[in-house]
């Protein structure tokens, strides 16, 4: 019945503003239909009812050729990376590196974590941790495993967005029946690694690049999205505004915007 409703609802739509494409007004309201039908139907049918996402980025940045990703366990390319240009004060990070965990555990698990585990967390960042290390660590532990076991399995709308995700930012193709009966705390977990393991195969000596598909992405997930965000930097559509932010914090500033934005996103599919 619901679906019925949404179906005519989003036709109705359709011959409403058919002739009046250019107009903005009209261009907002259907956007501004079109996350809560993603919701529901998935992608492939809120474009089936009101076509592809229309809304044109002003300050579009171009988006980078993506890198070959070394599957090699061997590989101590990682490594050899030479140490980020962009630094902060540590009193600074610190404030920061308290708010990371914090999100960290809200995007991941879904809870907010108590004074032990942020203890943890803040010990391991100030001795050099990386946010990334942290990162594994929760998701890779008994307690997210737990969670992997749950009865949540990956719905149509995650699976469509996995594919695209997979193929815009990660270079891959991947059949959607492969998603089928997956956990989508697995799905989450999965993507966001191999979103780790592409941000690694870009130069750090040459950042543009790594910052431009950073812009793209971020872009794409506000776009998406607009309804996950409190944050108004993480809401703005803008690459341009994005690829700016980018430009001025860390390496592992950049990747823990990315793992809570994709985790985030996921979560709110589920």
Same mark, same amino acid.
């Given at each position: 019945?619901?679906?019925?409703?949404?179906?005519? =609802?989003?036709?109705?739509? $359709?011959?409403? %503003?058919?002739?009046? $494409?250019?107009?903005? $007004?009209?261009?907002? %309201?259907?956007?501004?239909?079109?996350?809560?039908?993603?919701?529901? =139907?998935?992608? #492939?049918?809120?474009?089936?009812?009101?076509?592809?996402?229309?809304?044109?980025?002003?300050?579009? /940045?171009?988006?980078?050729?993506?890198?070959? !990703?070394? +599957?090699?366990?061997? *590989?101590?390319?990682?490594?050899?990376?030479? $140490?980020?240009?962009?630094?902060?004060?540590? #009193?600074?990070?610190?404030?920061? @590196?308290?708010?990371?965990?914090?999100?960290?555990?809200?995007?991941? &698990?879904?809870?907010?974590?108590?004074?032990?585990?942020?203890?943890? *967390?803040?010990?391991?960042? *100030?001795?050099?941790?990386? &946010? #990334?290390?942290?990162?594994?660590? /929760? /998701?890779?532990?008994?307690?997210?495993?737990?969670?992997?076991?749950?009865?949540?399995?990956?719905?149509?709308?995650?699976?469509?967005?996995?594919?695209?995700?997979?193929?815009?930012?990660?270079?891959?193709?991947?059949?959607?029946?492969? =998603?089928?009966?997956? @956990?989508? %705390?697995?799905?989450? &977990?999965?993507?966001?690694?191999?979103?780790?393991?592409?941000?690694?195969? %870009?130069?750090?000596?040459? &950042? +543009?690049?790594?910052?431009?598909?950073?812009?793209?992405?971020?872009?794409? =997930?506000?776009?998406?999205?607009?309804?996950?965000?409190?944050?108004?930097?993480?809401?703005?559509?803008?690459?341009?505004?994005?690829?700016?932010?980018?430009?001025?914090?860390? /390496?592992?500033?950049?990747?823990?915007?990315?793992?809570?934005? !994709?985790?985030?996103?996921?979560?709110?599919?589920?």
């Amino acid at each position: 019945m619901r679906l019925a409703v949404i179906f005519v =609802l989003a036709l109705s739509i $359709q011959i409403l %503003f058919a002739n009046e $494409q250019n107009s903005t $007004q009209e261009k907002s %309201f259907v956007e501004k239909m079109r996350p809560k039908m993603m919701k529901i =139907l998935g992608e #492939e049918w809120t474009v089936k009812l009101i076509g592809a996402d229309k809304i044109v980025n002003l300050n579009e /940045v171009a988006m980078p050729a993506l890198p070959k !990703i070394i +599957d090699d366990a061997k *590989s101590t390319a990682v490594y050899d990376k030479k $140490q980020d240009k962009i630094t902060i004060k540590a #009193e600074v990070e610190q404030k920061f @590196n308290y708010a990371f965990i914090k999100e960290l555990y809200e995007a991941t &698990r879904q809870t907010k974590p108590n004074d032990d585990e942020i203890g943890k *967390s803040m010990n391991v960042l *100030s001795q050099g941790g990386t &946010r #990334e290390g942290v990162y594994r660590s /929760v /998701v890779l532990d008994s307690v997210y495993g737990g969670m992997e076991n749950w009865d949540k399995p990956v719905k149509k709308n995650s699976a469509e967005f996995a594919v695209y995700f997979y193929n815009r930012y990660l270079g891959k193709k991947v059949q959607i029946k492969s =998603l089928e009966g997956m @956990n989508i %705390f697995s799905l989450k &977990r999965l993507v966001t690694e191999k979103a780790l393991d592409m941000s690694d195969a %870009f130069d750090y000596d040459h &950042r +543009d690049d790594l910052e431009k598909w950073y812009a793209n992405m971020s872009s794409d =997930l506000a776009t998406k999205f607009p309804q996950t965000w409190g944050n108004p930097t993480r809401k703005n559509p803008s690459a341009a505004y994005h690829k700016a932010w980018a430009s001025k914090v860390p /390496v592992q500033h950049i990747k823990s915007e990315m793992i809570i934005k !994709i985790h985030s996103a996921f979560n709110s599919m589920i």
